[in-house]
């Protein structure tokens, strides 16, 4: 399975943003695909996930209310609508995909290369 992310940027904080990924290969391999962030000087951690076919969602506290994961599985693309960035969201999300159950944690076994999301105060 091959990702492939789209919509990062600079964006003020307490504004929006929403990343897209595209997926293509074997994605019928997938149960659930989600959004790792990294940000500068630390590991990846885990921000919002669905299930591929029954659309079931997951967010870290962090991004509760702000975030929104979304996908057309028809087009095989997954998204993250950010509303209400904070500075403390700044770091690179990582489109991923995981084979198996459990989707809130960073463990996944397909990945992008990932897209810049940077939130200035």
């Known amino acids: 399975v091959e990702l492939v992310e789209s919509g990062g940027g600079l964006v003020q904080a307490g504004g929006s943003l929403r990343l897209s990924c595209t997926a293509s290969g074997r994605t019928d391999s997938v149960y659930g695909m989600g959004w790792i962030r990294q940000a500068p000087g630390k590991g990846r951690e885990f921000a919002a996930a669905?299930?591929?076919?029954?659309?079931?969602?997951f967010y870290a506290d962090s991004v509760k209310g702000r975030f929104t994961v979304s996908r057309d599985s028809a087009k095989g693309t997954l998204y993250l609508q950010m509303n209400n960035l904070k500075p403390e969201d700044t770091g690179i999300y990582f489109c991923?995909?995981?084979?198996?159950?459990?989707?809130?944690?960073?463990?996944?076994?397909?990945w992008g290369q990932g897209t810049q999301v940077t939130v200035s105060v």
């Open positions: 669905i299930t591929w076919l029954s659309g079931i969602t």
């Open positions: 991923a995909g995981k084979k198996t159950v459990g989707l809130s944690n960073s463990e996944y076994d397909y």
